[in-house]
Nanobody, 122 residues
Framework: EVQLVESGGGLVQPGGSLRLSCAAS????????MTWVRQGEGKEVEWVSS????????VYSDSVKGRFTISRDNEKNMVYLQMDRLKPEDTARYYC???????????????GSQGTQVTVSS
């Protein structure tokens, strides 16, 4: 059974940083691309970033490019999202999902995990 557990969210002031983590189990993590998506209250699910299995191919949405960094540790079955220079519009629940995406529209896949809430506010 695929299990993804996100952590690391919280309340942070604008301009601050957070590091999200996603612990994966139930599949061969080292062979899987991984993605972070987010959903603000009342909004569609937005694709944020994807990383391929070896960590060599990485893409970001325009809204986070230059501020967020995705990474992974295949020995620990973990994927991370380092978020710097956070803005109020980054406020959302963040989820990790399997797969590699490059989207200009909403993410329409399933969200099978709890996610972690990030709130950027002064």
């Amino acid at each position: 059974e695929v299990q993804l557990v996100e952590s690391g969210g919280g309340l942070v002031q604008p301009g601050g940083s957070l590091r999200l983590s996603c612990a994966a189990s139930g599949f061969t993590f080292s062979s899987a691309s991984m993605t972070w998506v987010r959903q603000g209250e009342g909004k569609e699910v937005e694709w944020v970033s994807s990383i391929n299995s070896a960590g060599e191919n990485i893409v970001y949405s325009d809204s986070v490019k230059g501020r967020f960094t995705i990474s992974r540790d295949n020995e620990k079955n973990m994927v991370y999202l380092q978020m710097d220079r956070l803005k109020p519009e980054d406020t959302a629940r963040y989820y990790c999902v399997k797969g590699f995406y490059l989207l200009t529209g909403p993410f329409t896949g399933s969200l099978g995990s709890q996610g972690t809430q990030v709130t950027v506010s002064s």
